[in-house]
C-alpha cells in the first residue's frame, strides 16, 4: 500500500493510525517496539529540503527496528542530477528496499513513482500538492491537544495557495462533523481555483479572509504556516507578500484559552518567539508528535 494522499484514507482507515500513533508513544522505548520492522530496509530519498520529515521517518524506522538507506539532497546527489526520471529511480529503490519515503517539488511526482512499483512509498511532500504524514501528524496533536476532532473552528494563516500541508489536512478534519474553517491570506496568496471548488462540491463549511484580527476570538486552531519561497517564481512577488502575516503576543491574547497554535515548521517569522513560552503554542509538541505518526505509518505500509 502506497500512503500518496490524505484523500485516499476512510475516517476507519484515519482512527486506526491514530490509535497506533497513541500505541506507539507509549512504547517507544519498548524492547518488542524495536523489532517489529526488524530486518525491514526504509530508503528515503529528499529532492528538496527536510528536517523534520527526514529524521523522524528515519528514528521512526530505526525505532522499529528497521534500517535505512538514505539519500538527502537527491537533487544533486542522485542519478536525477544526470537526467534519471522519478519513475526510473523508484524501480531502482525498490530492489533494494521494502518501503520508501520520498519528497520532491513537483506536483504529482511521487505519484508517478508509486505507478512504476509495487514496493510501498509514502509521500513525504510533493511540490504543493500533498504531505499525508503532516498532515496526520497535525491531526493526532489536535486530538491530543483539545480532546476532539469535531466541532472545530480552524484558521489557516499564510502561504493558503502554496501550503501542502493545509491540502493534507483539511481532507482528514472534514471526516468528523462540525468542523469550520477560516483561509487568512493576502490576495496573492488564496486558494488555488481549482481546489476552492473542490471544497465547495465537497459542502466544506469555510470562509476566506485578509485579516486575522476579527476570527482569533472563534478560532480553537490557528495554524500558522511559512510563505512558501520556493514556490515562487519572481522572489520580488515574494518580497511583496513574506511578512503579510506575523502572529504577535497582542494576538495571542485575542485567543481563547483553550486553543492551540500549530505550524508545520520551519518558521521563518510567521510567529513571535516570545509566544513559544505561551502554553497554546503546540507546534513543537506537534514536531515531536510526527515520529509517533510516522512510526504507526510505517506499521501501516507494512500491513502490520
Ligand atoms: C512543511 C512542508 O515541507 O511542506 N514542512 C514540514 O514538512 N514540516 C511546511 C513548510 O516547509 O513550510
Do not use: W
Not at 485516499?8 to 507509549?26: C, H, N, P, Y
Not at 520529515?53 to 521512526?60: G, H
Not at 538507506?69 to 542519478?79: D, Y
Not at 502575516?245 to 513571535?272: C, G, Q, S, Y
Request: glycine fraction near 4%; include cysteine.
Amino acid at each position: 500500500m502506497h500512503i500518496l494522499s490524505t484523500n485516499q484514507f476512510t475516517k476507519s482507515e484515519v482512527d486506526a493510525i491514530l490509535l497506533r500513533s497513541g500505541e506507539m508513544e507509549k512504547s517507544l522505548r519498548d524492547p518488542k517496539t524495536a523489532t517489529l520492522l526488524s530486518g525491514k530496509i526504509v530508503a528515503s530519498i529528499f529532492f528538496e529540503p527536510s528536517t523534520r520529515t527526514r529524521l523522524s521517518f528515519e528514528t521512526a524506522a530505526i525505532r522499529l527496528g528497521a534500517d535505512i538507506i538514505s539519500a538527502e539532497n537527491a537533487m544533486g546527489n542522485s542519478s536525477a542530477f544526470k537526467g534519471e526520471t522519478i519513475e526510473d529511480t523508484a524501480r531502482m529503490l525498490s530492489c533494494y528496499s521494502d518501503a520508501i519515503v520520498m519528497r520532491h517539488p513537483t506536483f504529482g511526482s511521487v505519484e508517478k513513482a508509486a505507478s512504476v512499483t509495487k514496493t510501498p512509498i509514502i509521500n513525504a511532500g510533493d511540490g504543493a500538492n500533498q504531505h499525508p504524514s503532516q498532515g496526520l501528524l497535525d491531526l493526532y496533536t489536535i486530538l491530543k491537544e483539545e480532546g476532539r476532532l469535531e466541532n472545530l473552528t480552524i484558521g489557516f494563516v499564510g502561504d493558503i495557495l502554496n501550503s501542502r500541508t493545509l491540502r493534507s489536512l483539511v481532507p482528514l478534519l472534514i471526516l468528523y462533523p462540525n468542523n469550520k474553517f477560516y483561509f487568512v491570506s493576502p490576495k496573492e496568496l488564496v486558494l488555488a481555483k481549482e481546489y476552492r471548488e473542490y471544497l465547495k462540491k465537497n459542502n466544506v463549511n469555510f470562509e476566506e479572509k485578509n485579516n486575522l484580527e476579527d476570527i482569533l476570538p472563534k478560532l480553537d486552531v490557528l495554524y500558522m504556516t511559512r510563505v512558501q519561497k520556493e514556490r515562487f517564481l519572481n522572489i520580488a512577488e515574494y518580497e511583496k507578500v513574506k511578512d503579510s502575516f506575523i502572529l504577535k503576543i497582542n494576538d495571542v491574547k485575542k485567543l481563547k484559552d483553550t486553543a492551540i497554535i500549530l505550524h508545520p515548521l520551519p518558521r521563518v517569522n510567521e510567529i513571535d518567539h516570545e509566544i513559544d513560552s505561551d502554553k497554546r503554542a503546540a507546534y513543537f509538541r506537534q514536531a515531536q508528535n510526527g515520529l509517533y505518526v510516522r512510526m504507526s505509518l510505517l506499521l501501516t505500509v507494512f500491513d502490520l
